[in-house]
């Protein structure tokens, strides 16, 4: 919308102020478009998070180029036979909007925008449980440093069916 604005100030010396309307009123058009056609959902988290979640979710439902505009976190791509863009924004703090239009055949598809908002968010959900995980998982140590904490006159080993003792070979005797 900022491009175009731009560009239709840019012009209006060379095209006229009608010209520049028209051009301007396009992308208001555009705009209001996909803000009435498009379908939305409210996450919890932060627009960076939810900006590469989104990509990554695109990137698994196609094999299209994904045409992506970092700074205005917008991407559009082609989607089942049809063409679909998204938007991501921030509308308060921790709280990010998903927005997502499609359109088959030049015509608006409410189905495939609700079916790819769903993969999406649910694609969102997946990748910050996993995050939250990682996140809150202890420090694990892999190696032989459990070993120190046996104190050394003290035999390892497995219980057998009999109840004895068998001792694991290199244990400390």
């Known amino acids: 919308m900022h491009k175009l604005t731009l560009a239709a100030?840019?012009?209006?010396?060379?095209?006229?102020?009608?010209?520049?309307a028209a051009?301007?009123?396009g992308a208001v058009i555009l705009n209001d478009d996909f803000q009435d056609h498009s379908v939305s959902a409210t996450v919890p988290s932060d627009s960076n998070f939810v900006w590469h979640s989104a990509l990554n979710s695109l990137s698994g439902?196609?094999?299209?180029?994904?045409?992506?505009?970092?700074?205005?976190?917008q991407a559009r791509t082609n989607l089942d036979y049809g063409q679909v863009q998204i938007q991501v924004k921030?509308?308060?703090?921790?709280?990010?909007?998903?927005?997502?239009?499609?359109?088959?055949?030049?015509?608006?598809?409410?189905?495939?925008s609700t079916l790819t908002l769903e993969r999406?968010?649910?694609d969102f959900d997946n990748m910050r449980r996993r995050a939250t995980i990682s996140a809150s998982a202890p420090n694990r140590s892999t190696g032989g440093e459990w070993q120190d904490t046996v104190?050394?006159?003290?035999?390892?080993?497995?219980?057998?069916e009999q109840g004895d003792q068998t001792q694991n070979p290199g244990a400390p005797e």
Request: proline share 5%; with cysteine.
């Open 23 to 25: 051009l301007t009123a």
């Open 151 to 160: 104190p050394s006159n003290v035999n390892w080993g497995t219980i057998t």
């Open 90 to 112: 921030e509308v308060s703090v921790g709280q990010t909007q998903i927005t997502v239009l499609a359109k088959k055949a030049l015509v608006y598809s409410p189905e495939l």
């Open 120 to 122: 999406i968010v649910t």
């Open 9 to 20: 100030l840019l012009c209006c010396p060379l095209l006229g102020g009608c010209a520049a």
């Open 61 to 73: 439902m196609t094999r299209a180029l994904i045409h992506r505009d970092d700074d205005l976190l």
